[in-house]
Structure formats: C-alpha cells, structure tokens
C-alpha cells in the first residue's frame, strides 16, 4: 500500500456510500484489507503507509500504540457494517498486511478477525491470510493465530542472501523463513506463500537461483516474485544517488524473471499472475483475485484503500488521525472517487490482462483491438486465446506486460 494518497472527493462524515454502488451488492464477493501500520525498523526499499516507534513518538501517535490499535479497527469494521447495511453478506477473504502485522500479539489479530465474523460472518470457505515477519513469530505464536481462525500465512522472505538482505535493510536470519513455513504447516496453515524479490543491487544471477533454490526446498504452495522498485523519498533510493549502490537495470530484471518461471515452473509451479506462481489452483491467493478482478473489498486501517459498486476510497494516513476520527464516531476516509464506466473499463484491462485468463478482446476500444492484433504478431499474447476471444501473455509478452497493457487500454 504506497504512502501517497490520490486526490478526490470529500467522504460524508458517516461515511455512506451512494444507493448505486450497493444495488445487487449481496452478489458480489466481498473482502476485507486490515493494516496494521507499525514496523520494528524501517525497510529502505518500502514506500508502505508504515511507522517505527520513534517515527510515531512526538507526532500525537500516543492515540495509535500498538496496543490499543486493535480497538480502532475493531471500530472501522462496525462502521463498514453500518455503510454497508444489514443484508447477509459473508465476508470471501480477509487478509491482514502491513506494515508488520505479527508485530501484534496474536490475540490482537485474532479480536480483528473475529470482529469480522461478528458483524458479517465468514463464508465457510473464507480465505484467512495474515503477513508475517519470519523473526517476529514463533510456534506458540502461530498455533495462537490458527486457532484464531487463520488459514494462509505468507512470509516475507526476500532472499536467501544475507549481503542481499543486507541491502535492502531486511534484519531476519537467511534460514529463519524456510523454518517458518514448516512451523506454520505444523500449526495447521492450510496454504503458506513466501514473498521474494530480484533485482537488488548487488545481487547476482546465482544469488536470485540460491533463493529460489531455497524457498522451494521450504515447500510452500505458493510464491510471489517482485521485481525491486527503487522508490522516490526512500533509503535505497538515497543511496543509490549516492553512488553507494548501483541501480540494477531492466534487462537484469527481466533475465532474473526468466529465472523464476524456468525454476517455479520445472518444480510444478504454474503463474496465474504476473508476479504469482501457486503449486495448485486452491493455493491461489484469492483476497488478490478480488483485487484483481473489480470485486468489493473494504480497506480498514491508516492509508487503506477500499472500493465497493464502483466507489473507491482511500483512509487517512497517519494511525493518530485515524484513530481520532473513529473516536469521534467520524469516517476515516480521507477522499474518494466515482469510477465511470470508461475507467472500469480501462481498469479490468489494466488488471485482468496480468492474470493468466487474460482479458476479454470485447473490452478493447478500436485502437486497443488494433494493439492487440500486432502483440499477437509479435509474439506477446498467446494465439489460442485469441483465438477465442481473450487477450493472454505469453512469457515474452509477462516481461513487457507494462508495454502491452499501455497499448492496449487506448
């Protein structure tokens, strides 16, 4: 969740959504986003909406500890049951992020999660996700956060080079994520993802081999691959300005992404999104396929974004607005936007063409139509597909999706 907020317009102080956007609601799959925006030590890759305690002392955090932040979600949740009214309406998938949710105690969590249930109930096959720091979760702590509910755990795992970790300020042990993944299928965790990027300066090919090497030997069912984003405003980026670390360019990304889908797919891993490798199509993580897919999901927490019917709005950033805000029985939203039919368009396109079932070629306007047919020339969109009426990337087209997307959507 980047720290930027977009513009737009005012929320209504109870935060109501208009009639429009909860017509036929109860069809449409919901989730729930809950951020937890604190953090030991501050990543210098991460541009999240994310607090140490010394960045929060000083600066009216006192009304958003840790301790007492469970209590302002808990809040926001009952306030999206009130905005969203009293029809049934089982909640699909709650993932909670940050930030560093395990930060918490996990009877925190667990009182977040179960507010959820309360004031929506859960559908029998709800998808229940937690991040998780490999150094800030034990045992104990995981059967805790299980028996709370909990069902997919992903770990940020990163690399399993300690100069590489070194860079991107990571303070975990190399090693120490493998463990986790067989501790938490010990508790019970039915699906268990480990986060991973490539690309950090000074990382080499047989760097980014030993660490697929090494997330695949934890057995995982799923794995996500980011391309490293040296962001405006963070360490990183201050030190590569600095001429401290060189920035590491596209070509070695994309040779690093074509190691990954040759390592995940010789192991039995097949892509559903550009950035995603599941074991099996269960393993999925299905609170990003609402994402993806234009669903509803609510955002609950500092800087959270959510959208619902078309409406899409965006929290306040800092934890002490936030909670100020929830007590005085206000909305958080900070601002929000009415998505027209144009932008929903452009937006399914923008989306759906990075998942593995593409976009449907009807959603492309004439020039868009027109782009498609010369990727499928070029060798970026699959000819079967096509054929049939869908737009899909062919591992070519995955390493200039950005390119072929912009195409695309004009």
């Known amino acids: 969740m980047p720290s930027a907020l977009p513009d737009g317009e005012p929320v209504p102080v109870d935060g109501s959504l208009p009639a429009h956007a909860l017509r036929d609601a109860a069809r449409r799959p919901l989730g729930f986003y809950l951020h937890v925006p604190y953090c030991a030590t501050r990543c210098g890759y991460c541009d999240f909406n994310t607090y140490t ?8 955090g006192a009304q958003a500890t840790q301790e007492t932040y469970a209590d302002n979600l808990v ?27 395990t930060l918490l105690p996990a009877s925190h969590l ?10 929506f109930g859960l559908a029998e096959d709800a998808e229940i996700t937690t991040e998780a720091n490999p150094e800030s979760v034990d045992p104990g702590y995981l059967a805790e956060l299980r028996a709370a509910g909990f069902n997919r755990i992903s770990f940020g795992m990163q690399s399993a080079r300690r100069h590489v970790l070194r860079v991107l300020d990571r303070t975990h042990t190399p090693g120490r994520p493998e463990a986790c993944v067989a501790e938490a299928r010990a508790a019970g965790f039915d699906h268990v993802n480990l986060d991973l990027i490539y690309g950090t300066p000074g990382e080499s090919d047989e760097d980014w081999r030993a660490t697929l090497d090494a997330a695949l030997s934890a057995g995982p069912d799923h794995v996500s691959a980011y391309a490293l984003i040296v962001e405006e405003g963070t360490g990183l980026a201050r030190r590569i300005r600095r001429g401290e670390v060189e920035m590491t360019d596209d070509d070695v990304h994309a040779d690093r992404y074509l190691i990954a889908e040759e390592v995940l797919g010789a192991a039995g891993y097949q892509w559903y999104e550009v950035s995603n490798w599941a074991l099996t ?23 959270a974004h959510s959208h619902v019917g078309g409406i899409r709005w965006w929290n306040v950033k800092h934890p002490a607005a936030y909670a100020q805000a929830l007590q005085e029985g206000r909305t958080p939203g900070a ?10 368009r452009v937006e399914r396109i923008l989306l759906e063409l990075r998942l593995s079932a593409g976009c449907p070629l009807e959603l492309l306007a004439p020039a868009g139509a027109r782009a498609a047919r010369r990727a499928l020339d070029d060798g970026l969109l699959e000819p079967g597909p096509y054929a049939e009426g869908r737009a899909v990337l062919t591992l070519r087209g995955r390493l200039l999706a950005d390119a072929v997307v912009r195409d695309l959507v004009d």
């Open 53 to 60: 305690a010394a960045e929060l002392r000083g600066s009216g």
């Open 110 to 119: 667990g009182r977040m999660l179960a507010c959820v249930r309360e004031e």
């Open 75 to 101: 809040e926001e949740v009952r306030l999206a049951r009130k905005v969203l009214g009293d029809a049934p309406r089982p909640v699909q998938t709650v993932f909670v992020g940050g930030g560093t949710p």
């Open 281 to 303: 199509p269960a393993a999925r993580c299905r609170h990003n396929e609402l994402y993806w897919t234009g669903a509803d999901w609510w955002g609950a927490g500092p800087g």
């Open 335 to 344: 601002g929000r936007e009415v998505l027209g039919a144009e932008d929903r």
